[in-house]
């Protein structure tokens, strides 16, 4: 089965308004990253969070280690907010980082 | 900050075609990667690099070969270009910790 699974896979907002992004692990997962790819295709770093919570602008993400889950929030959608949003959890290593990705969540935010 | 770059960012190739993409990074990041995606779908391991001359294989490996000639560069071929290999191939780098992205390479197989 999917060792990262994003829910929901696809999402509409109105501007404006707020709503929330998941990932579930099924695997060990020692830190998370989130993503925002645009539609040109280029991959934004959003967060990189061990266990706790971390904020940024309209964006705040939790990774919650014993339940083994993450959550991005976003506040106040905007336009430019459009596109897919990808979580990553980092296996443990002690020598690098090496991430697992889920699916992505298709947003599209509309006027 | 450093950025990642990746040539070229368009690849026509033919099938049965050996092909090569070039990533370059000037974070001074000791490891580096190449991630495949597929239309729609999340990114998949193809090759990662945790030093200069290493290489290891990811999960996506058999059809590619890579080279990591140096600390700074890092090159992905495909060895039979197939036309189930169109997809955005995409370069990263990390010093252990935040992994950054390169703006992709997009293979066409005609």
């Known amino acids: 089965g999917d060792q990262v699974k994003q829910s929901p896979s696809a999402l509409s907002l109105q501007e404006g308004t707020n709503s929330a992004l998941r990932c579930n692990f099924s695997?060990?997962?020692?830190?998370v990253q989130w993503f925002l790819q645009n539609p040109r295709g280029s991959l934004m770093n959003l967060f990189y969070?061990?266990?706790g919570t971390k904020e940024n602008g309209r964006l705040k993400s939790t990774f919650n280690s014993k339940e083994s889950y993450s959550t991005l929030h976003i506040r106040d959608a905007q336009l430019e907010d459009s596109g897919t949003y990808f979580c990553?959890?980092?296996?443990?290593?002690?020598?690098?980082?090496?991430?697992?990705f889920g699916q992505g969540t298709s947003l599209s935010v509309v006027p | 900050g450093g950025i990642i770059t990746q040539t070229p960012k368009f690849l026509i190739g033919q099938e049965g075609q050996k092909l090569t993409l070039k990533c370059q990074q000037n974070?001074?990041?000791?490891?580096m990667y190449w991630y495949r995606q597929d239309s729609g779908k999340g990114l998949r391991l193809i090759y990662y690099?945790?030093?200069?001359?290493?290489?290891q294989k990811g999960d996506l490996s058999e059809g590619y070969d890579a080279s990591r000639e140096k600390k700074s560069s890092f090159s992905l071929t495909v060895t039979s270009a197939q036309k189930n290999e169109m997809a955005v191939f995409l370069c990263?780098?990390?010093?252990?910790?935040?992994?950054?992205f390169g703006k992709g390479t997009r293979l066409t197989v005609v």
């Open positions: 990263a780098s990390s010093s252990n910790t935040e992994v950054f």
């Open positions: 990553a959890a980092e296996r443990p290593s002690s020598s690098f980082s090496k991430l697992v």
């Open positions: 695997i060990a997962t020692t830190t």
């Open positions: 974070f001074n990041h000791d490891t």
């Open positions: 690099s945790i030093t200069e001359n290493d290489l």
């Open positions: 969070l061990v266990p």
